[in-house]
């Protein structure tokens, strides 16, 4: 089986994207990250391409006077990687939908906090926490999901939880989630390089063993 080619997209600062690297090079993840698209020039994550010696490229909407040009320039950096797959780290951009249309259910993303709960426009970085906090739940997490043309929405594909503890602050929250994070998504995406996902009415299925 041919190793799945992922192009990351990420605009902060790249921890995600490192742990979806470092799997591959240690083959827990059968897959190259053969792109790093950063979604802003000031990307701690473009830094890191560089030590990962992954290849990285800074495209964003303001860079193009029309959206066109825009789309043009993803599609084609994503060609020239021949990248096969989408995997979004922090993007803090929607995915326009033409990339939706040209990866089909080959695009995902990565939420700090137990889809539907705690995601949509607006809730990134701490807030997710703090809304979590400030709710009371007793347990938080981090979901991996196929992404449609919605913020933090689409299918589930893998989630897993942590436990909130008192004396929690935002910030010891989002550390515990952020190792599971760093585990979770090189796993989920290890079910696609395999093979093992299908959706059928917006359900990931899964086959094979049961993990
Ligand atoms: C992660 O918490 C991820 O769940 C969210 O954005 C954050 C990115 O962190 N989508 P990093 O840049 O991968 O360190």
């Known amino acids: 089986m041919k190793k799945l080619r992922i192009a990351v997209f990420a605009s902060g600062r790249g921890s995600n994207f490192g742990a979806l690297a470092r799997a591959a090079e240690e083959n827990r993840l059968h897959a190259e990250i053969c792109l790093l698209i950063a979604g802003s020039p000031?990307?701690?994550?473009?830094?890191?391409?560089d030590d990962l010696a992954v290849p990285s490229?800074?495209?964003?909407?303001?860079?193009?006077?029309?959206?066109?040009d825009y789309i043009r320039a993803l599609i084609t950096v994503l060609k020239e990687h021949d990248a096969r797959f989408i995997a979004l780290a922090g993007y803090m951009k929607k995915v326009p939908p033409e990339l939706l249309k040209a990866f089909?259910?080959?695009v995902t993303n990565i939420h700090p906090?137990?889809?539907?709960?705690?995601?949509?426009?607006?809730?990134?970085?701490?807030?997710?926490?703090?809304?979590?906090l400030d709710y009371g739940a007793k347990v938080s997490g981090a979901t991996v999901h196929l992404v449609d043309a919605h913020y933090d929405h689409g299918p589930v594909v893998a989630q897993r939880c942590v436990p909130v503890k008192s004396g929690d602050t935002a910030a010891s929250l989002a550390e515990r989630i952020l190792n599971v994070e760093h585990q979770l998504y090189p796993e989920a995406l290890e079910l696609f390089a395999r093979g093992r996902i299908s959706v059928r009415k917006n359900i990931v299925e899964i086959s094979g063993p049961e993990r």
């Open 104 to 106: 089909p259910q080959a």
């Open 42 to 49: 000031d990307a701690g994550a473009i830094s890191l391409a």
């Open 113 to 132: 906090a137990l889809l539907p709960s705690f995601g949509g426009k607006g809730m990134y970085g701490s807030r997710v926490h703090q809304a979590v």
């Open 57 to 68: 490229r800074v495209i964003f909407r303001r860079q193009f006077t029309n959206r066109q």
